[in-house]
């Protein structure tokens, strides 16, 4: 889609079509605001803007709108989510079952991993945690000592994957690391 309005803007007719729209659109914004601002008709605003009667404020105006709006909707635009937040959330690794969450960081802009933990091998639905020199499910409870976690080269190993996975967004996923 966006490709095809690439063409469409670089195209030499199409692109004069397109200009075209945007200044008679322009146009009858200025001929809103005169009329609201003077008190006028809106017919004598369109015709005083059409003959070019139109005060240099109200073209400054005009501009600092439009371009304040865009600079709105570009901040407050909601991009789509990208599908890796939603399907790349648990693996096997280190021959453990993990799970993951994602969350995006305004000022990196980018998703990071947080929440990493590991699910019972008991159980395979609760998730462990540690309670002082072992580690304890909590649903189930079992206990395990001799697991060997590398929390930092399963993380590397996730980011190293949802990369490969999701090659579109490989630029979305930081290095940075929240627990």
Not at 141 to 152: N, Q, S, V
Request: hydrophobic share 45%.
């Amino acid at each position: 889609m966006k490709e095809k309005l690439s063409n469409i803007w670089h195209d030499p007719v199409w692109s004069k079509v397109i200009a075209a729209v945007i200044v008679a659109l322009g146009g009858l914004l200025v001929s809103a605001i005169k009329s609201l601002c003077s008190q006028e008709s809106f017919g004598t605003a369109l015709l005083n803007v059409l003959s070019f009667k139109v005060s240099v404020w109200i073209v400054l105006s005009v501009i600092f709108i439009v371009v304040l709006g865009v600079a709105l909707l570009k901040k407050h635009a909601h991009k789509p989510t990208p599908p890796f937040v939603t399907e790349f959330t648990s693996g096997i690794y280190q021959k453990q079952q993990w799970q993951w969450r994602w969350r995006w960081d305004d000022e990196e802009r980018c998703y990071y991993i947080y929440d990493l933990s590991v699910k019972c091998p008991k159980c395979k639905t609760g998730l462990l945690t540690i309670s002082f020199d072992n580690y304890q499910c909590g649903k189930c409870g079992a206990e395990f000592d001799a697991l060997r976690i590398d929390y930092d080269g399963v993380k590397k190993q996730i980011l190293a994957d949802a990369r490969n996975a999701y090659p579109h967004f490989k630029d979305s996923v930081s290095d940075m690391w929240m627990v």
